[in-house]
């Protein structure tokens, strides 16, 4: 059975999205069986998988309002070798409906109970803000992906989603741990962001990881045609980079399963 991971930063402009997909290609690339469901109204994963999000019938929005089973909206693009949960702008309608539902704050791990045992990973991407959808991811998800610029207001910007993680460890879902924190557009030559990096790691330690997402023209091209970098332009630095990160990822990932620490 997968395990379910939360792409979030409340900050926008982080490479959320952009980390989410590509993510998703490279596990993928690696052989793993990935669902990339995008939870954020404003459909930008979805349009960069190549899907028209004002050309899907039922979408995130019907499964975590269930008026449609996960299974009925999950699409496999071809081409890309990853599932997607797409989404459109109907969406933004759930922040105010859930709050008139019962167990608001479950409906996605509810909805995907029935899916995860056909994926080795389910990647989530988060709206840019701790709203009522990210909760639900939060709550959904055994594992939380932390995409971070390494510029000024970055630690300051994290503090209050730290406060949203441990207040749903302790109220909805104890199992929730962060994977890692992933810094990204990150552009060795600029020295603040050399120094946000190195303090990133003295606070998260080994919580951050070790691949690093660089600034790279294909990289920011790629969702413009509908696809990750990975099929854009293999060879490109970011093709590169998420490649390295993926790997990364499922070595923590049997590391955690095993039982192991570090």
């Known amino acids: 059975m997968g395990n379910i991971f939360a792409v979030t930063n409340q900050k926008g402009g982080v490479g ?3 980390t989410t997909v590509n993510l998703a290609a490279s596990l993928a690339e690696y052989g793993k069986k990935v669902l990339m469901i995008d939870l954020d109204p404003q459909g930008n994963a979805t349009t960069g998988c190549g899907l028209d999000k004002n050309d899907i019938n039922n979408s995130s929005y019907e499964v ?3 008026e449609a089973r996960a299974a009925d909206t999950i699409i496999s693009p071809e081409g890309l070798g990853f599932d997607v949960m797409p989404t459109n702008s109907d969406l933004t309608a759930a922040e105010v409906e859930l709050l008139e539902i019962k167990l608001r704050e479950h409906r996605l791990r509810i909805a995907l109970e029935s899916t995860r045992e056909k994926y080795d990973y389910i990647l989530i ?3 840019p803000s701790l709203s009522m959808l990210t909760v639900n991811a939060l709550v959904a998800s055994q594992g939380i992906l932390i995409p971070i610029q390494c510029e000024y207001y970055a ?3 994290l503090s209050s989603l730290l406060r949203t993680i441990e207040r749903v460890k302790q109220r909805a879902n104890p199992q929730l741990e962060i994977t890692g924190l992933l810094r990204t557009m990150f552009d060795a030559r600029n020295n603040l962001a050399n120094q946000v990096s190195r303090q990133l790691i003295n606070h998260f330690r080994d919580k951050v990881f070790h ?3 660089p600034r790279n023209v ?3 091209e790629a969702p413009s045609h509908g696809m990750p970098v990975l099929a854009y332009d293999r060879g490109s630095r970011g093709s590169i980079a ?3 990160l993926a790997s990364e990822f499922m070595r ?3 590391k955690a399963n095993s039982g192991l620490t570090g």
């Open 218 to 220: 294909r990289l920011a």
């Open 252 to 254: 923590r990932e049997k």
């Open 242 to 244: 998420y490649m390295a």
């Open 16 to 18: 959320k999205t952009t």
């Open 125 to 127: 991407d988060c709206p």
């Open 211 to 213: 691949s690093i997402i």
């Open 64 to 66: 975590i309002m269930a």
């Open 155 to 157: 630690l300051e910007g």
